[in-house]
């Protein structure tokens, strides 16, 4: 039986994919990737913000949901601390849900309306023994409303209508920090509230991993988010991940198309400044998994060559800790060439080694 391993990462994902039925007219059966053998590491430290940016139905929400053990997947493996999520024991499934906490999109959706807000708070408390006493219950459920700007006295005792969306989820951020958990995964938390309070949302998120080093995975469409937030950034199309680096590298140094039409959507803040140029993207379905063998950007890159239909394109490496998955870099060395020569270089030193003691 595996046990769980304090030095292994939080989360690691390897090469998840996760493929769903089609209803289709006719008696041929159709599938769909939502996610393609997609690979991701959280560690505990240093704790760091890793956001997943994507246009709707890259295929986000779907992996978020297979990262919380809520969804299993169709291949691949999550692993926490080097155990699969789907074999934990029920002490470690607690450990587990302890340790990896979800912030979802609608802030009202979460809450059961004919409930007290504070009650989310409560279960919490007593489900995993945070307190022995009324008093600690408040005492704790004050100080965490307070870390995250909210005044008790404005929440406790109200309903989800009484609030508005962003205090809503800032309560939902103070349940979290509870339990201080290892990773946060936040599934576009700000794309239902104010532009006006949004800021102070991400601005906790960063609070909790300098105060509390608590890592955060931020899903968003929203490149400026990203950006906001820094640190590593993975760039999702069509269920596939096409290029991740550090925020600056792709912003700077975008690798692959995908990734460039994204920010060449971004409008100049300056009004007296037009788009000259349409934009040169066609509209296509989204690939199905018959077409795994080939590039999902294929229908709509204009640098669009005869390889990129017939193959899947591998990982290159860009610069260091900058990789994209584009036929464009074939100059560029491969990511498992160089696995595969670091791997190579371990084993001689370790026969050297062995050589050296005899």
């Given at each position: 039986?595996?046990?769980?391993?304090?030095?292994?990462?939080?989360?690691?994902?390897?090469?998840?994919?996760?493929?769903?039925?089609?209803?289709?007219?006719?008696?041929?059966?159709?599938?769909?990737?939502?996610?393609?053998?997609?690979?991701?590491?959280?560690?505990?430290?240093?704790?760091?913000?890793?956001?997943?940016?994507?246009?709707?139905?890259?295929?986000?929400?779907?992996?978020?949901?297979?990262?919380?053990?809520?969804?299993?997947?169709?291949?691949?493996?999550?692993?926490?601390?080097?155990?699969?999520?789907?074999?934990?024991?029920?002490?470690?499934?607690?450990?587990?849900?302890?340790?990896?906490?979800?912030?979802?999109?609608?802030?009202?959706?979460?809450?059961?309306?004919?409930?007290r807000?504070?009650?989310?708070?409560?279960?919490?408390?007593?489900?995993?023994?945070?307190?022995?006493?009324?008093?600690?219950?408040?005492?704790?459920?004050?100080?965490?409303?307070?870390?995250?700007?909210?005044?008790?006295?404005?929440?406790?005792?109200?309903?989800?209508?009484?609030?508005?969306?962003?205090?809503?989820?800032?309560?939902?951020?103070?349940?979290?920090?509870?339990?201080?958990?290892?990773?946060?995964?936040?599934?576009?938390?700000?794309?239902?509230?104010?532009?006006?309070?949004?800021?102070?949302?991400?601005?906790?998120?960063?609070?909790?991993?300098?105060?509390?080093?608590?890592?955060?995975?931020?899903?968003?469409?929203?490149?400026?988010?990203?950006?906001?937030?820094?640190?590593?950034?993975?760039?999702?199309?069509?269920?596939?991940a096409?290029?991740?680096?550090?925020?600056?590298?792709?912003?700077?140094?975008?690798?692959?198309p995908?990734t460039?039409?994204?920010?060449?959507?971004?409008?100049?803040?300056?009004?007296?400044?037009?788009?000259?140029?349409?934009?040169n993207?066609?509209?296509?379905?989204?690939?199905?998994?018959?077409?795994?063998?080939?590039?999902?950007?294929?229908?709509?890159c204009?640098?669009?060559?005869?390889?990129?239909?017939?193959?899947?394109?591998?990982?290159?490496?860009?610069?260091?800790?900058?990789?994209?998955?584009?036929?464009?870099?074939?100059?560029?060395?491969?990511?498992?060439?160089?696995?595969?020569s670091?791997?190579?270089?371990?084993?001689?030193?370790?026969?050297?080694?062995?050589?050296?003691?005899?």
């Open positions: 039986m595996t046990e769980l391993k304090e030095n292994a990462p939080v989360l690691d994902v390897r090469n998840v994919s996760k493929i769903f039925n089609i209803p289709t007219p006719g008696f041929e059966r159709q599938y769909i990737a939502a996610v393609d053998q997609v690979s991701l590491i959280l560690q505990e430290k240093p704790a760091k913000i890793v956001s997943l940016v994507g246009e709707s139905g890259s295929g986000k929400t779907t992996l978020a949901r297979i990262m919380l053990g809520l969804t299993p997947p169709t291949r691949g493996e999550v692993l926490y601390k080097g155990k699969q999520v789907a074999e934990l024991n029920k002490e470690e499934w607690w450990d587990f849900r302890r340790n990896v906490q979800p912030i979802f999109q609608d802030p009202f959706g979460i809450y059961n309306p004919f409930y807000v504070d009650r989310a708070l409560d279960i919490t408390i007593k489900n995993f023994g945070l307190a022995s006493s009324n008093d600690e219950i408040y005492a704790l459920k004050a100080e965490a409303l307070r870390a995250v700007d909210l005044r008790p006295d404005d929440v406790i005792g109200r309903y989800p209508h009484q609030l508005s969306g962003g205090q809503c989820q800032r309560v939902m951020l103070a349940r979290t920090l509870l339990l201080r958990p290892k990773i946060i995964v936040a599934d576009e938390p700000v794309s239902m509230i104010d532009v006006a309070v949004r800021m102070l949302f991400l601005n906790i998120l960063l609070d909790f991993r300098d105060k509390y080093d608590i890592s955060s995975l931020m899903i968003t469409h929203d490149l400026a988010t990203a950006y906001y937030m820094g640190g590593p950034m993975v760039v999702l199309c069509f269920g596939r096409v290029e991740s680096g550090d925020i600056m590298q792709l912003l700077n140094n975008p690798a692959h995908y460039q039409q994204l920010l060449a959507a971004i409008p100049t803040p300056d009004p007296t400044q037009r788009w000259e140029t349409r934009a993207v066609k509209i296509t379905d989204r690939p199905l998994t018959h077409e795994g063998k080939k590039c999902v950007y294929a229908a709509r204009p640098y669009a060559m005869p390889i990129c239909s017939q193959q899947r394109p591998p990982d290159y490496i860009v610069e260091e800790g900058h990789y994209v998955a584009c036929f464009l870099h074939q100059d560029k060395p491969k990511v498992s060439e160089v696995m595969m670091a791997k190579a270089t371990r084993r001689a030193e370790k026969v050297a080694r062995t050589h050296g003691e005899d």
